[in-house]
């Protein structure tokens, strides 16, 4: 995203550092089985993000029909570079959530939300137990998610990194998930570059400008 001039995390709320490429058509089961070496949960989801009106440095989803998050962007300290692996750049965000109802798609309504159906496969890691399934609540340590989205009948898929936790070490914690996961190489031709790195709100609002 380009809205926000920072380049440091927020002051406030809950931070967050994330990498995420996203490629369009079916997930081969073959990045399925790369993904399965870690435990995992499996979770069906529909998250509706706003489109209309656009808020510079925002991405606003509802979850569900339990949760309104909002996240704001903190500016980028630089490039995820794994030769021959990936290559990304890296998000600050800070993000709150607030309970909520279903989004609403009223035709004639002043906001526009763009429903996003998700297979998510979440696996965390901490320093003492390596990679575990998610529990009830996370609020700091290492998420990794290969994730299956369909949105307006069009199929897509989804590797992201994200590390919650104290501003110092976010950096830290994202890069041990990321070197954790790559020991292995990826099982089928897949570009972790530039072209594909970009966060779920960023994605929306280009494939909307695309018509």
Request: with cysteine; glycine share 10%.
């Amino acid at each position: 995203m380009t809205a926000s001039r920072r380049d440091s995390p927020p002051a406030e709320g809950v931070r967050s550092l994330e990498v995420r490429w996203i490629f369009p058509g079916l997930l081969a089961a073959a990045m399925t089985g790369w993904f399965e070496r870690f435990p995992a949960e499996v979770r069906w989801v529909e998250d509706a993000y706003l489109l209309d009106p656009y808020l510079p440095g925002l991405s606003v989803k509802v979850r569900g029909d339990r949760a309104l998050e909002v996240k704001l962007y903190g500016g980028s300290p630089g490039l995820l570079h794994l030769a021959g692996r990936a290559l990304g750049r890296l998000q600050y965000w800070e993000k709150s959530s607030f309970p909520h109802g279903p989004a609403s798609y009223v035709s004639g309504s002043r906001t526009t939300w763009r429903p996003v159906n998700k297979k998510r496969r979440i696996t965390w890691f901490s320093r003492t137990a390596g990679a575990r399934v998610p529990g009830l609540s996370h609020d700091r340590g290492r998420a990794v998610e290969l994730t299956e989205v369909s949105v307006r009948g069009e199929l897509w898929w989804t590797l992201g990194f994200e590390a919650t936790g104290p501003t110092v070490a976010l950096r830290t914690e994202l890069d041990a998930a990321v070197a954790a996961v790559f020991a292995r190489p990826l099982p089928v031709d897949v570009d972790l570059g530039m072209d594909n790195c970009q966060s779920y709100a960023h994605w929306l609002r280009l494939r909307a400008s695309a018509g």
